[in-house]
């Protein structure tokens, strides 16, 4: 499986737009870009998946440059709620695989 | 709220108790997984059940763990001879077989072990 490579944390205020960027040089032709949320004493939620360019949902939007090596998660003017942990996850798709969390960051959405 | 439930939220144990934990997936989804999770990391995989059928173990769960899932429906966690070290949350997550490229899993809101 790919490595990523995220920041610890981010700060942000409200209203702001929040962009995490998350590495992944080593990604496989086969591979899918899925973001999950973890809110404190809660299970990660999805938050989006993609494989190339960009993907738009209610939630975020996710950046993929042609090289596929980065992906950037954007959040459009986050609130307080969004303060929670992000974890970029990267593998094949479709199958039955377990997923496999790195250490995530930390975004500390501040008023 | 994901349609998976866990229980307890919460079990404070002593060290060398035996515990277990249920949970339910969302009903029409086959495939749970068991993950934990300590401080400040991200979860980490456990086992994998495609119905009742166990079909994969992580080198994490000793001989001391033992997981089910008698009919396809619900499952259970349980930890035997409990250490301080097992003392982390225990999540659980419900995937349904489909050909659509997501991977979403849909998580409980986990089990928060303390052994004293």
């Known amino acids: 499986l790919a490595k990523t490579t995220q920041p610890i944390s981010m700060d942000s205020y409200e209203g702001q737009e929040v962009n995490i960027t998350c590495s992944h040089n080593n990604i496989a032709t086969n591979d899918y870009i899925t973001w999950y949320q973890q809110f404190p004493s809660q299970g990660p939620r999805f938050i989006i998946q993609?494989?190339?360019t960009k993907v738009t949902n209610e939630v975020a939007s996710l950046f993929i440059p042609a090289d596929r090596k980065s992906s950037t998660l954007s959040l459009p003017r986050v609130s307080l709620s969004d303060t929670a942990v992000y974890y970029c996850?990267?593998?094949?798709?479709?199958?039955?695989?377990?997923?496999?969390f790195g250490s995530g960051t930390q975004l500390t959405v501040l008023p | 709220d994901t349609g998976v439930s866990q229980d307890p939220r919460h079990k404070i144990t002593k060290r060398g108790q035996n515990v277990t934990f249920r949970c339910d997936p969302i009903s029409e989804h086959n495939r749970l997984y068991w993950y934990r999770q300590t401080l400040g990391q991200g979860p980490e995989f456990l086992t994998y059940f495609q119905n009742e059928a166990q079909l994969e173990k992580s080198r994490l769960l000793s001989d001391r763990f033992s997981a089910e899932r008698p009919k396809g429906s619900f499952s259970t966690l349980e930890i035997q001879r409990t250490e301080q070290g097992d003392s982390a949350m225990y999540l659980c997550a419900s995937r349904a077989t489909s050909a659509a490229s997501t991977d979403t899993q849909y998580f409980g809101p986990g089990t928060r072990l303390t052994v004293l």
């Open positions: 993609g494989y190339k």
């Open positions: 996850l990267v593998g094949p798709s479709g199958s039955a695989r377990q997923l496999t």
